[in-house]
């Protein structure tokens, strides 16, 4: 998965040691540098173009928007608006989801365009305020997981039950989820009718989450498992011996649904089991019997 870029948005030179600090915890912490990047003014480098379009652009192109807000409001433009107030608008109109941090108590003295920054940010989104960088970190790591479970990027349950990503409806094999129907109520007394269209049968089996595929419907019933979930695959080698070595003999990459990989697998592996014949001494069909 290709990371989210969160764009740091502050006064640069008064956050300056908590930019780089945070900068250095998403990138340092082992779960959170392989799902975030961190952009920074400050590391980008020399271009032809004025800073204003281009901070203007990295946070409207960003994946999220992260506010640092403390005592004073930057520089302003011809308009009387700073570069951390237009980050911040431009971050919002286009609808990037948007965490401001708050350095300070609320009786802290401060710029009184900041002040109205901060209270212009209250009225849109919940803020959150800090003390020193420890509050800081701790609070935009809570929030990063946050955004990560909801967005379904870090998953606390179980992955078989989480949504598939980008997988619809369309892409699961109704004429499969039939077969399965009649197998089961021929096997077990399943208790659906072999009439039962396929809606019924993923949320009876709890397939479905807010009327999209789980991973598991995808992996029983999709026409193309592997699409969504590569590492869906089952490995089956065979050596002439007990050790593993080079070149392999037999070498096998099976994919499909749950269902045919299991199937595959059996095969293969019975395929390379001796098996023994007995004769029609007592009976006209001869006894076998694999060598397991």
Do not use: W
């Amino acid at each position: 998965m290709k990371p989210l870029r969160i764009f740091i948005s502050s006064v640069q030179k008064e956050m300056a040691v908590e930019r780089a600090a945070l900068r250095d915890f998403l990138r340092g912490d082992r779960l959170l540098r392989k799902l975030v990047e961190p952009v920074l003014f400050e590391d980008f480098p020399a271009a032809g173009i004025r800073p204003d379009f281009l901070y203007l652009d990295e946070a409207a192109s960003c994946d999220l928007y992260l506010g640092l807000f403390g005592k004073d409001y930057g520089s302003e433009d011809d308009t009387g608006v700073s570069p951390t107030e237009r980050e911040y608008d431009e971050a919002g109109h286009h609808n990037k989801p948007r965490f401001v941090f708050i350095k300070g108590g609320v009786d802290e003295k401060r710029h009184p365009k900041m002040e109205e920054l901060i209270i212009k940010a209250g009225r849109q989104i919940t803020r959150r305020r800090f003390h020193n960088q420890a509050e800081l970190i701790g609070g935009v790591y809570a929030a990063l997981v946050d955004h990560l479970e909801k967005a379904q990027i870090i998953r606390s349950g179980p992955f078989d039950a989480a949504v598939c990503a980008k997988a619809q409806l369309e892409d699961l094999d109704e004429e499969r989820m039939v077969r399965f129907i009649r197998d089961a109520r021929a096997h077990r007394n399943f208790a659906l009718s072999a009439t039962a269209p396929a809606f019924e049968l993923l949320t009876h089996l709890n397939l479905l989450d807010e009327g999209r595929p789980t991973h598991a419907a995808v992996l029983l019933f999709g026409f193309q498992p592997q699409r969504f979930l590569v590492s869906s695959e089952v490995k089956c080698a065979h050596y002439h011996g007990t050790e593993t070595a080079k070149p392999i003999p037999s070498l096998q990459i099976y994919k499909g649904t749950v269902f045919d990989l299991v199937d595959q697998a059996v095969d293969f592996v019975m395929s390379k089991l001796n098996l023994s014949v007995g004769t029609r001494a007592s009976s006209i069909q001869a006894p076998s019997e694999y060598e397991i």
